[in-house]
């Protein structure tokens, strides 16, 4: 076990990536507290998630920004390199063919602030999720 010497949080693997401090309570504290760059980002990627799930709840699960509709439908958050997209192994199975350019695994996409955000197929994510019932 390795423990964070600012947060005092324990995690497996040493120097796990993680936000120290209390988790934000909303969106807009969420954003508010990433770096001046990311902001901007994660604004576009809650834009495009907000038009794409007008019926969902904003609220924050797992420490991340979510869009919940009785259950949760997709997670997003920022780190050092990348926003990350958490809609569920079901939809990166099935859009695994558009993530040719991104690093993914079961559950997860990564999006690098090195390359533009692909605003569509965000979006297009987020309604199969919704659409199909395969939550996250």
């Given at each position: 076990?390795w423990q964070c010497p600012k947060c005092g949080?324990?995690?497996?693997?040493?120097?796990?990536?993680?936000?120290?401090?209390?988790?934000?309570?909303?969106?807009?504290?969420?954003?508010?507290?990433?770096?001046?760059?990311?902001?901007?980002?994660?604004?576009?990627?809650?834009?495009?998630?907000?038009?794409?799930?007008?019926?969902?709840?904003?609220?924050?699960?797992?420490?991340?920004?979510?869009?919940?509709?009785?259950?949760?439908?997709?997670?997003?958050?920022?780190?050092?390199?990348?926003?990350?997209?958490?809609?569920?192994?079901?939809?990166?199975?099935?859009?695994?063919?558009?993530?040719?350019?991104?690093?993914?695994?079961?559950?997860?996409?990564?999006?690098?602030?090195?390359?533009?955000?692909?605003?569509?197929?965000?979006?297009?994510?987020?309604?199969?999720?919704?659409d199909t019932g395969n939550h996250h």
């Amino acid at each position: 076990m390795w423990q964070c010497p600012k947060c005092g949080r324990e995690f497996d693997n040493t120097n796990q990536d993680h936000s120290c401090g209390e988790p934000s309570k909303t969106i807009d504290a969420y954003i508010a507290a990433q770096s001046e760059e990311v902001r901007p980002l994660l604004n576009q990627v809650r834009d495009t998630l907000r038009e794409a799930l007008p019926y969902a709840e904003e609220r924050i699960s797992w420490r991340m920004p979510t869009y919940w509709y009785k259950q949760n439908i997709i997670h997003f958050a920022a780190f050092k390199k990348h926003i990350g997209l958490y809609p569920g192994e079901k939809a990166i199975e099935h859009f695994s063919e558009r993530f040719t350019e991104y690093k993914s695994s079961k559950g997860a996409v990564q999006f690098p602030y090195s390359k533009p955000l692909p605003l569509p197929l965000i979006a297009e994510i987020a309604k199969w999720c919704f659409d199909t019932g395969n939550h996250h």
